[in-house]
């Protein structure tokens, strides 16, 4: 039997999942009990969202045979918020509207709208990746170090920043994202 055919894959699978909403879900207990001033409760949410944020990445190098690429992640992030923009989402809101529930139905439309926001910004730097235009651009632009804040103008970002040091990774360009 294939490992992917197993039902110890899909266990896999179901594990992850379970992982990455106890991750989320507890980081929003977490700002809750901040906001409540409850830091003691807070820090065990903190700590056992974390937890789940580790078991969640080992359970998916099991799953992908390894780490996966930022390029790749890139492209099925992009994937994932195309197909719950325009699948997920505009089925919310059709049903929503079915059953007269219009303010749901627009907030299901706008919630796909910042999806397919996110596809946008996530295709682009996979489209940047790919053509090798992440830190040089077919035009100049003013590019800003995410480290310092200095900003400097040209058709590629500096290898290295000349104020802080740090690599080009810390660059973008100006006003884009």
């Not at 899909?10 to 980081?27: F, K, P, S, V, W």
């Not at 219009?102 to 946008?120: C, E, P, Q």
């Not at 590019?143 to 590629?156: D, E, H, Q, R, V």
Request: contains cysteine; proline residues 2%; negative net charge.
């Amino acid at each position: 039997m294939e490992f992917q055919d197993s039902k110890t894959y899909l266990n896999l699978q179901t594990a992850l999942e379970n992982e990455l909403r106890t991750n989320a879900l507890y980081g929003l207990f977490k700002k809750r009990s901040d906001q409540e001033i409850l830091l003691e409760i807070s820090g065990v949410f903190e700590t056992i969202s974390r937890n789940a944020q580790f078991i969640g990445e080992r359970l998916r190098r099991i799953l992908n045979d390894g780490d996966t690429s930022t390029f790749q992640n890139l492209v099925d992030a992009a994937n994932q918020e195309a197909f719950v923009a325009n699948d997920i989402y505009n089925e919310f809101s059709r049903v929503a509207t079915e059953e007269g529930y219009n303010d749901l139905a627009s907030l299901f439309n706008g919630i796909a709208n910042i999806k397919l926001n996110h596809y946008s910004t996530l295709q682009t730097f996979a489209d940047d990746m790919e053509s090798n235009q992440l830190f040089c651009k077919p035009r100049e632009n003013l590019w800003i170090c995410l480290g310092c804040g200095n900003i400097l103008s040209g058709i590629c970002a500096p290898a290295i920043c000349p104020i802080c040091g740090y690599p080009q990774g810390y660059y973008q360009v100006y006003g884009c994202y």
